[in-house]
């Protein structure tokens, strides 16, 4: 641990420092994006390689989460942006670590690919890493 917030949020917000919001989006929600035609997200799905394997949304580009950091130019970088994983969790960190490196278009999936297929959408083992 490098630190910790002493006070907690509530001293953070009592200094006015700034806070950043990241939005979110449910998998209904994503699917009706990504049916429509024009704006939809690309998907970044920041899973495991063997839980990417297992089934992932098509077109969506896989870079793990560890990996996000060193890899943040694979990432199209004028185009709103979905990120999911498996929950929910690992995704709420990958829209801030493409936050830090100013990608402003970012949303995050809550639920991942288990609300994802709990839906019944569709899902593929194609495509690249």
Known sequence: IEGY????????????????????????????????????????DVRSGSEWQAGHIAGALHIPGGDLPGRIGDVPWHDNVAVICGSGYRSSVGTSVLQQHEFRDVINVIGGMTAWQQADYPTTEDGQE
């Open 5 to 44: 917030l002493a006070g907690g949020i509530e001293a953070w917000l009592a200094q006015g420092k700034p806070v950043v919001h990241v939005p979110q989006i449910s998998v209904h929600e994503l699917r009706e994006e990504l049916d429509r035609n024009g704006q939809a997200p690309h998907v970044l």
